[in-house]
């Protein structure tokens, strides 16, 4: 099985560099209109710097909406110039496509999210928000959310439109299998061809509204190693502007192989070893520079307590 995330951060997430320069309830359906909002306008990155500061790699990191506002570690005490990309972490799609209003969204229809936006605008810096699909092993589920993407896409670009956010994370997470739908009018897909086309619909909504907004997603480590998992990198790379690969939790995949071959019980090993294991950050930043180019890969780091 190819390493992949099993969490994500309690608060700011890994800043992470690319190789190179340069109670459900249906939420989006019940928003309610206001008369001639202002929205901050994306940020557009210059053809040599991230942001004002004149970053030249995209420092991506990814913020849990419960400590967003925190004055200690929150929004407010970030240092904004050391920052490219910050994520919301994260609005939920259910099987029906429809996003929840959970307390993440509740926090996202706030001024704590307003306030990050125009925060991290005034340093050109991009605010993205993280979409997250059924998982939990819910097969059916996730099969269907994917099966009704146009609503996902159609909801989370109504919030776009009136929040001046920069584009869209994709952190779907699962294993290649078929999908059968419930729905006779949808043709059997695998999952993999289904995320395909999730990146295909959100790419055409995003250019459709403006050119040049952002879309990334979150990719496991060894995805790029192979075409049979859950991500197909190079079809993907058509749609995507960058791919934020997950490289962490390795310490599971790596048991039964060198140096942790002679292990009788689970033996404690890094989570994110640079080389020596056999999956490791040297080898998977290296496959997947070859399939999309340097540019485009974020290496992920496990800056979030489980280290």
């Avoid at 909406?65 to 110039?81: A, E, H, K, T």
């Amino acid at each position: 099985m190819f390493p992949r995330a099993a969490a994500r951060a309690l608060c700011l997430l890994p800043f992470v560099i690319p190789l190179i320069p340069l109670q459900t309830v249906q939420a989006a359906a019940s928003v309610q209109a206001k008369a001639a909002p202002v929205v901050a306008q994306p940020v557009r990155a210059s053809s040599t710097s991230y942001n004002t500061f004149g970053l030249t790699r995209d420092v991506f990191g990814y913020a849990t909406s419960g400590s967003l506002g925190d004055p200690s570690v929150g929004y407010p005490s970030w240092n904004f110039d050391l920052l490219a990309t910050v994520s919301f972490f994260a609005i939920h799609a259910q099987y029906n496509g429809v996003l929840i209003a959970d307390s993440n969204w509740t926090v996202f229809q706030s001024s704590t999210f307003s306030g990050l936006v125009s925060t991290a605008h005034a340093h050109g810096t991009k605010v993205v928000v993280t979409l997250v699909g059924p998982g939990g092993g819910a097969l059916i589920d996730q099969c269907n959310a994917l099966y009704n993407d146009d609503t996902t896409i159609a909801q989370i670009m109504t919030q776009l439109k009136a929040k001046g956010f920069d584009g869209i994370n994709i952190d779907y997470e699962g294993q290649n299998a078929m999908c059968n739908p419930t729905n006779p009018g949808y043709p059997p897909m695998t999952t993999q061809a289904l995320m395909v086309k999730l990146a295909k619909d959100m790419r055409a909504a995003l250019d459709a509204y403006t050119p040049g907004l952002y879309l990334s997603i979150a990719s496991y480590s060894g995805s790029a190693s192979a075409n049979d998992g859950f991500f197909n990198i190079p079809q993907l790379n058509q749609y995507v502007d960058s791919f934020f690969v997950m490289a962490y939790d390795m310490d599971y995949a790596n048991q039964g192989s060198p140096p942790l071959a002679g292990c009788s019980s689970f033996c404690m090993a890094p989570i994110s070893p640079l080389t020596n294991y056999q999956w490791n950050d040297s080898t998977s930043m290296a496959q997947y520079s070859s399939l999309v180019g340097p540019g485009k890969v974020i290496l992920g780091q496990p800056y979030y307590g489980r280290v």
